[in-house]
């Protein structure tokens, strides 16, 4: 099986913690929708399993007209084969969401909402910088509730000055709606963003680690013990609510990235993205041209890979798989590697699968980072 992503380059205004690709004008939307259909048509034949998965990012999604949906849904079934069941995503900010807007979405057949509510105070979504206020995200899944079972919302933990108890807070409020999966990330620093400028000029404090590593074991306790799976470091879902977009993503599924910055994945060796500029990647298109660059995945490559999202996962690296995807070579190597953190206790090792255990969850990066292959060798 394999999944299509769309990327929706459009933002009603700029998060200043956000580095994606994204414009705060909608003047060459309809331009950009066209072009999407375009790329689509041009990589049909890149995809040969079924589509299990439509996923719309950005950006912000839930600014696309039922137009725009229209000719982009047309699209995919006239020229990929879809699943008859397929899970289709698309991100929304709580200031988009409406009676009317929530039934166009569910006529279109889209089945899972992505909520982008980041937090529940006022104060968190100021120094973001985000288009909604702490009413409209509260009074957004009120509404989604009535129309999407399978939704999830985002929230943002390790803010500079967010207390431990507002944390605990914004959980809470997410348990009290029963919402059936959450996707909760540490804030971090990304260059040439707002965020980055306003900590070097002292306008707000620097992100602090420990805080953040404090917030995320609050996160883990609180949601694990109300029924919540840790199924992908920053993913925690109630059974039969996980996001399958990214579970794909994390086992190694392939996948078609279309719009300007999308990403692709052949599923074995080759990696593709498209250029990040929105007049650019239509003009291009327009002539029938894909602006793509690609980059091909050695072996070691593929094995760091590997390594870095399975490590992420409940399901963890799997020994049998690295013997017969990598030999028995890197097999040794990794369990050198490994050696520390198992007399550490920060990874364990049950039925044949390295795992990281739940004390160490919040050093995976690092852990990770040890267990890689450095060296490159083509092959």
Not at 324 to 333: A, K, P, R, V
Request: aromatic share 12%; with cysteine; net charge negative.
């Amino acid at each position: 099986m394999a999944s299509i992503y769309i990327h929706i380059p459009f933002c009603k205004q700029a998060c200043h913690y956000c580095d994606f690709h994204f414009s705060t004008s909608l003047k060459h939307k309809d331009q950009l929708i066209n072009a999407i259909g375009q790329e689509l048509i041009l990589r049909k034949e890149e995809l040969k399993q079924p589509v299990e998965n439509i996923y719309f990012g950005g950006g912000t999604p839930s600014l696309l007209s039922e137009q725009d949906l229209d000719s982009i849904f047309n699209t995919i079934y006239k020229h990929f084969k879809v699943d008859k069941h397929p899970e289709i995503t698309l991100e929304a900010n709580p200031d988009d969401i409406s009676i009317q807007l929530l039934k166009t979405l569910k006529q279109q057949g889209i089945n899972r909402l992505s909520l982008g509510v980041q937090s529940f105070f006022e104060k968190d979504l100021k120094q973001m910088n985000r288009a909604h206020n702490a009413n409209e995200a509260k009074t957004s899944i009120k509404l989604m509730k009535d129309y999407f079972d399978n939704y999830s919302i985002d929230l943002i933990y390790g803010m500079p000055e967010m207390s431990l108890q507002n944390w605990q807070a914004n959980l809470q409020t997410a348990l009290d709606f029963d919402v059936p999966h959450l996707s909760c990330y540490a804030l971090t620093v990304e260059p040439d963003t707002a965020l980055q400028k306003f900590i070097e000029k002292k306008i707000i404090p620097p992100v602090d680690d420990e805080q953040s590593a404090t917030h995320f074991d609050e996160l883990y306790q609180t949601l694990t013990s109300r029924g919540y799976e840790h199924y992908e470091f920053s993913n925690f879902g109630k059974p039969g609510y996980f996001s399958q977009n990214n579970l794909a993503y994390w086992t190694g599924k392939a996948y078609l990235g279309v719009g300007p910055s999308a990403h692709s994945y052949n599923g074995y060796d080759k990696r593709f993205w498209n250029i990040k500029n929105n007049i650019k990647y239509i003009k291009a298109i327009e002539k029938g041209e894909l602006p793509i660059t690609s980059e091909h995945l050695s072996k070691t490559d593929r094995y760091n890979e590997y390594i870095m999202t399975r490590l992420r996962t409940q399901s963890g690296v799997d020994l049998d798989e690295i013997q017969s995807f990598f030999g028995l070579n890197y097999l040794d190597y990794l369990m050198l590697q490994a050696q520390p953190h198992l007399i550490e206790n920060n990874i364990d090792i049950f039925d044949n699968k390295l795992k990281i255990t739940s004390k160490a969850k919040f050093l995976s990066d690092g852990i990770v980072a040890d267990l890689f292959k450095i060296e490159f060798e083509k092959t």
